[in-house]
């Protein structure tokens, strides 16, 4: 099949309209569905496969790391909320509350988990005495709800699945290295299992995390040049711990606070995954997450032999571990491969009566549509090696995606020329002025996305006032 063959034609173009053809992507691939619940999705059984397949990576990196899941009440009282200021402003606005409990008005108003600071905070005031007990990584994995007013599938929803870690530590020095490693575990995983390259760095003070100290986060480019926040951690200082009177006694023996941090990533993964790699004949789904990885279509199967020759190379691939699917429904081979084409599986093994006869099977790569004929006792291998070739190809591609459009800029005027061929990362100096990072935006439209760990000398003057520049940033326009 040619690669820029189109056969399902139900998905927009993304030249044409790259929302719709996102949209149409995760209805068409049966990714999600729309509610009665305004701003709320279903997450249909393929799109929670790829969720599921997200979090048992996450989550045995995170126990690798010394991490224990814990699960905190879906509620939270004002009363508890309001104890951290900054964090409850930063908040409000997306906040949803829960203020009668059967016929009965509450007291104390609930606010239903848009994070859970304050909830954790209240359990450590309560169970964290001594430097013994010290430190305390938790994670969970719930869903939260934030009233955002505009919506889209997976990248923002009123309700949507996460996961928040939470740790506590003695130091200062521990606490950041906990933010930075979580940061790390982060890119490492986008790189490595969505294959999407990222960008790493700090937030700047007036786009982090309400009352956190400082805010990292890894930041990716999708197809059509807008930026993505994919993850992101903070780091707390002992703010929260002064606010919830959290204290222990040190080793030599004096009340202290300690430090905390929290980070998490999101379902708006999936959506990261969709616009990374996606094409017009719909998904294109890293191996490590696709809810299948191959597809056996057989052909001709009403011929003898066919159906047993395909089950048969189904036992072989599944006992290799891969997650492997056979369709033999009575659909048309073309339909099957339309079919798994949209869905993004990476790997489609053909076997038919002259294939049979003649001791191969035929392998086709979703990501770049290459077709190969093996023999089939070099089955396992060779489909090993496609899905290795599948991801190292998609990150690859990704990556020049993101160099191509990636544009250092000295002025502003140079960064609207650069964005004349299309939205993109924008690499200038800054000042560290709010006022400036708040000029950029509204001349160009590009808001800064964080200021990367990997530094350059563009210049030695600000992009926006021209006076001495402290940090290089990557600027963008953002989902």
Known sequence: MAKDKKLVTEITSMDED???????????????????????????????AIWENIQKILDGMFKATGHENVCMPMFIPESLLQKEKDHVEGFAPEVAW????????????????PTSETLFCEHYANIVHSYRDLPKLYNQWVSVVR??????????????????????????DEAVEETERMLNI????????????????????????????????????????????????HYFGDGFA?????????????????????????????????????????????PAVAPVQAVIIPIAQHKDGVLDKANELKQRLAETGLRVKLDDSENSPGWKFAEYEMKGVPVRVEIG???????????????????????????????????????????????DNQKNRTYACTDLDGIIKALENGDGFIK??????????????EKTGV?????????????DKCVCCGKPAKHMVYWGKAY
């Open 447 to 459: 808001g800064s996305r964080c200021i990367p760990f990997e530094q350059e000398n563009i210049s």
């Open 147 to 172: 009233w955002e007013k505009t919506t889209r599938p997976f990248l923002r929803s009123r309700e949507f699945l996460w996961q928040e870690g939470h740790t506590i530590h003695a130091t200062a």
């Open 428 to 441: 200038a100096m800054w000042c560290g002025e709010e006022a400036c990072e708040d000029e950029v935006k």
């Open 353 to 399: 009566p002259k294939d049979i006869e003649n001791g191969q099977c035929v392998i086709a790569s979703r990501w770049n549509g290459e077709k190969i004929t093996v023999p089939l006792d070099e089955l396992e291998t060779a489909v090993q090696q496609k899905l290795q070739e599948a991801h190292d190809g998609m990150y690859n591609k990704a990556l």
């Open 242 to 286: 002064k606010a919830f009177d959290i204290q222990y006694t040190d080793k030599e023996n004096k009340r202290v606070f300690p430090h905390q941090t929290s980070w998490g990533v999101t379902t708006r993964l999936i959506g990261a995954v969709i616009m990374t790699h996606g094409d017009n004949n719909g998904l294109v789904l890293p």
């Open 18 to 48: 790259f929302a719709q053809w996102y949209t149409d992507i995760c209805k068409k691939a049966e990714l999600a569905e729309y509610t009665s619940v305004k701003g709320c999705m279903v997450i249909r059984p393929y799109g929670y």
């Open 98 to 113: 829960v203020t009668h409990g059967g016929s009965e008005k509450l007291e104390d108003r609930l606010c239903v988990r």
């Open 186 to 233: 982060y890119a490492e995983f986008c790189e490595n299992a969505l294959a999407m390259p990222v960008v790493k760095g700090k937030k700047t003070e007036s786009d982090k995390f309400a009352g956190a100290v400082s805010t990292y986060a890894i930041e990716a480019l999708m197809h059509d040049g807008k930026a993505l926040q994919a993850g992101t951690s």
